[in-house]
């Protein structure tokens, strides 16, 4: 483990700096471009038989990581965290119908959507996937990426009232897709042709409502620890601890971690950081997630960027995917599109927003964890595969394009902090 550690944080290291030195891309984006080239030069070399050595060395180390446990039980309880540590719970409020309809009915919605059309792609392609199997697909990658939205719509540059909902979405929209693709792939795996949605609507219960409420109990006792005290040293260890044991005690308790520390995160970043926190506290405690956040995201970046080595694509997968991308973007623009244009009979809405949220709705590192999840069997390469191709185009293309996309439909950035929609 240490050498894996001292391995990827000194390629991730090189990778900072030459983005920053030369490609000045938002670091997200830079650190993962470079670490898709680093796999192209390895396959390159591989295939054209300059030299296997390189190539057998990169499969052999990147084969010893657990890409789904290292992000789904290790880098997402802070990544989640650190981002709900800075989101105003008055503007998440503000906008709570729009983002709890997202993150609820969009998820199921799209999963149906996305599943049906991969099932006839895969159909049409001559790969044999059940529909079952292709739902599966559907719920892992219907969820907007929490870690993937919240650097690149703040480096984008994008309107408060924009980033709060897409930001809001992303947070909690992942709980619900993982209660999805959990009872889908037990169903799957089972072999059942059925998904009894009792059991579903009693697994998300347990999933989310045991998450939220643990993350009110342990925020609520970090919140009144901090407010006992004024010692920066013992407020961001309390923090730290939090974290991890917060999800370690999540996952024991069989509920969701994830949501459990969006809603500790919110309660720390709103409440104690107003009623317990210092100055010198606050400064403290905010460089230290934020430097989390940024170690923890150029990593992972790094290795989607990396994890090209194993993928065994072809030009039918890559096919696949960009018609896929197609509809995960429609799908996107009319469950954005069809309320908006409802509800502009009563409410006003800044220019562009259908646009900006259809586009700004990144798929990222928690889609390729919940691919890799799927057990060894014949169904299990082409839907990684897939999916890993729509999280390269959703942060490369989305990603690089989306601040274009804010300049051309909203204009004057001043006007960001002057959101109209309320809801």
């Not at 006792?221 to 407020?235: A, H, P």
């Not at 969701?256 to 809603?263: C, F, K, L, N, Y």
């Not at 942060?395 to 439909?409: C, E, F, H």
């Amino acid at each position: 483990m240490l050498n894996l550690a001292a391995l990827f944080i000194t390629i991730t290291a090189v990778c900072m700096w030459f983005n920053h030195r030369v490609l000045r891309l938002p670091p997200t984006i830079g650190v993962m471009a470079i670490g898709l080239v680093l796999s192209l030069g390895v396959i390159g070399l591989d295939h054209f038989a300059v030299t296997t050595v390189v190539a057998d060395i990169a499969e052999d180390w990147l084969g010893r990581i657990n890409f789904n446990s290292l992000l789904m039980d290790g880098m997402l309880s802070f990544l989640l965290f650190a981002g709900a540590l800075h989101v105003d719970l008055s503007r998440l409020k503000a906008y709570r119908r729009s983002i709890g309809l997202l993150a609820t009915l969009g998820v199921l919605v799209s999963t149906l959507v996305i599943g049906s059309a991969a099932w006839w792609l895969f159909q049409w392609a001559g790969i044999e996937v059940p529909y079952l199997y292709c739902l599966v697909f559907g719920a892992l990658i219907s969820p907007t990426d929490p870690i993937a939205v919240l650097g690149i719509m703040r480096s984008a540059g994008a309107p408060a009232d924009m980033e709060i909902r897409i930001v809001g979405e992303s947070l909690f929209n992942d709980g619900v897709a993982v209660v999805l693709f959990t009872a889908l792939l037990s169903a799957a795996s089972a072999g059942s042709s059925e998904v009894e949605l009792g059991h579903m609507g009693l697994l998300f219960l347990e999933e989310a409502g045991g998450g939220i409420l643990l993350g009110l109990a342990l925020g609520a006792l970090v919140y009144q620890l901090m407010r006992s005290i004024d010692q920066y040293q013992v407020e961001v260890m309390l923090s730290l601890a939090l974290v991890l044991g917060g999800y370690a005690l999540a996952s024991a308790l069989h509920v969701s971690g994830p949501i459990a520390m969006v809603v500790a995160g919110l309660i720390i970043g709103n409440m104690a950081r107003d009623g317990a926190m210092s100055d010198n506290t606050r400064r403290y405690l905010d460089g230290f997630w934020e430097l989390v956040d940024e170690i923890l995201n150029a990593v992972l970046f790094v290795l989607i960027g990396l994890e090209l080595v194993l993928m065994p694509i072809t030009l039918t997968s890559i096919g696949i995917a960009l018609a896929l991308v197609a509809v995960i973007l429609l799908s996107r623009l009319a469950l954005i599109g069809i309320p908006l244009s409802i509800l502009r009979r009563w409410y006003t809405f800044r220019a562009g927003t259908t646009r900006v949220l259809t586009w700004g709705g990144l798929r990222g590192g928690i889609s390729v964890a919940l691919a890799l999840a799927i057990p060894e069997g014949d169904f299990r390469e082409p839907l990684v595969v897939t999916t890993y191709i729509i999280v390269l185009f959703s942060i490369l293309v989305q990603g690089l394009s989306i601040g274009k996309l804010v300049t051309a439909v909203v204009g004057d950035r001043s006007r960001s902090e002057a959101p109209h929609d309320q809801h």
